[in-house]
């Protein structure tokens, strides 16, 4: 090529960079003036954090109160997300089984969250209660139609089930279930009432014995019903008035394996195998199992664990996540260690985000769900993992788990704005006086940002709409 023309395409190249460079400048620069205006308003700004990145180069682009450590709400759970699917990998399941030893059943929990969940199981058109179905067609087929007795082999968790930070007036609710190494339809149970003949029926699902749940409702013209839990033991209670049907709140149970049992020894007795004997917990040694009968695995992808965690925000199943942390190596199988706790799930995932590059300095994690109102971690950690998880091998695993602007999730309403639509994938976070969002923003120009929103105030609460509105706005190189 000749000189000349060499130099004139080099003074092409140059410019063109330049003027790129100039417009991505003025770009960000012009979204730092929205987020500084947005943040001036808050009374509380101070309260705040924010970070946005380039999710490619991990370039900061703007930052306000970055290293401050903040609540996170469930936002925390993009942490124990990642880490698991870094740790296991997505092809690992949770394998729940099931044998026959003579006429005695065994049930081996792995620590899976999914079993009887309603929406597992849609995602999959399935029925709710299909493990049941498989359980007992599985036993039928090895022709016992009665068994001696059930035993339940939860010790794959410890028996700390309900983690020492969450608010005792919060104890019954949905959000606040116990974790356990055998867990059914979230540990919680769901009424539904119907009158009929002057009589009030209470519909529960999973179906339950009587003696565990106990329906004192009274016919009234008040309808005032109450499901609650028992003052003390396992099972719950009906009281009140009623006067007409309808679907009360989920309201979770005490111990998950005595709900577990209750609800697996019913299902098999309305499915023609009867249960002459108790349902018992007791760990069952590797050289008893190798002497039984296995009759059924129940098996859960990993991918579905995230996809309920992170889209729907769902407790349960990131508590489970963290403890099964601290059972389950590198090749998804049982270390052989004692029971997964908060304290060794812990430990695993701070170690597994310290080598995937998330320096988590200065954090405390103290559950997995992000419930605990102990925990703190700041917008440029979440910002820092988000960036890795976008060029992460999986990363296409834990970018389909994420919750979707105006679609089913989280984010279905409140970020239903047609501007963010097709273009916002995030984790939400909300408990009293925390509101949180992270997750990647599509600009018009293809260019994906990374961001993390904090805010521990009141104040503000269009703010995180507000700011997507802001990053999508104007700017960045065409």
């Excluded at 999914?114 to 299909?130: C, F, L, S, V």
């Excluded at 997964?340 to 080598?355: F, K, P, Q």
């Excluded at 103290?366 to 890795?388: E, K, M, P």
Aim: hydrophobic share 40%.
């Amino acid at each position: 090529m000749p000189e000349q023309r060499m130099r004139a395409v080099r003074l092409v190249v140059f410019v063109f960079v330049a003027l790129t460079g100039a417009a991505a400048r003025g770009g960000a620069q012009g979204v730092a003036e929205r987020l500084d205006a947005l943040l001036a308003r808050l009374p509380q700004a101070n309260a705040v954090g924010l970070v946005v990145a380039d999710a490619e180069s991990g370039t900061v682009l703007y930052e306000h109160q970055a290293d401050t450590p903040l609540k996170p709400a469930s936002v925390q759970k993009l942490f124990v997300t990642a880490a698991a699917l870094e740790r296991l990998g997505p092809g690992f399941e949770y394998q729940t089984r099931v044998y026959l030893q003579g006429t005695e059943l065994w049930v081996v929990g792995a620590g899976d969250p999914a079993i009887g969940d309603e929406r597992i199981a849609d995602r999959h058109n399935q029925n709710p209660d299909h493990a049941f179905d498989e359980w007992a067609a599985a036993v039928r087929a090895r022709g016992v139609t009665s068994l001696s007795g059930i035993v339940l082999d939860d010790s794959v968790f410890d028996e700390q089930w309900v983690h020492p930070d969450w608010p005792d007036g919060q104890a019954d609710t949905w959000y606040q279930a116990p974790v356990g190494g055998l867990n059914l339809n979230d540990n919680c149970v769901d009424v539904t009432l119907a009158v009929r003949g002057g009589r009030i029926e209470a519909k529960s699902q999973p179906e339950l014995p009587a003696d565990f749940l106990r329906n004192d409702l009274k016919l009234a013209k008040r309808q005032h019903p109450v499901l609650r839990r028992r003052a003390s033991g396992d099972g719950l209670e009906l009281t009140g008035t009623a006067a007409k049907g309808g679907a009360l709140s989920p309201v979770c149970v005490r111990r998950p394996s005595a709900f577990f049992g209750a609800a697996l020894k019913e299902a098999f007795e309305k499915r023609g195998i009867q249960v002459q004997g108790s349902v018992a917990c007791r760990r069952l040694p590797a050289d008893a199992l190798a002497r039984a009968t296995l009759v059924a695995t129940y098996r859960t992808p990993l991918p579905d664990v995230l996809w309920r965690a992170n889209r729907f925000s769902q407790n349960l199943f990131a508590e489970c996540l963290l403890k099964s942390l601290g059972v389950y190596g590198a090749d998804g199988r049982a270390t052989g260690d004692a029971g997964g706790s908060w304290d060794s799930g812990r430990a695993v995932l701070l170690e597994t985000l310290g080598r995937m590059g998330v320096d988590m300095s200065g954090a405390a994690i103290r559950d997995g769900s992000g419930l605990s109102h102990r925990n703190r971690v700041t917008a440029a950690q979440i910002t820092r993992l988000l960036v890795l998880m976008h060029r992460h091998r999986h990363a296409d695993v834990f970018l389909a788990s994420l919750a979707e602007a105006g679609e089913l999730g989280s984010m279905r309403h409140r970020y239903s704005d047609p501007a963010l639509r097709g273009r916002l994938r995030g984790k939400t976070g909300s408990i009293e006086g925390v509101r949180g969002l992270a997750g990647y923003l599509t600009r018009p120009d293809g260019t994906v940002l990374a961001f993390a929103l904090l805010m521990n105030t009141e104040a503000g609460a269009d703010l995180p709409v507000q700011a997507c509105r802001a990053m999508l706005e104007g700017g960045g190189a065409r």
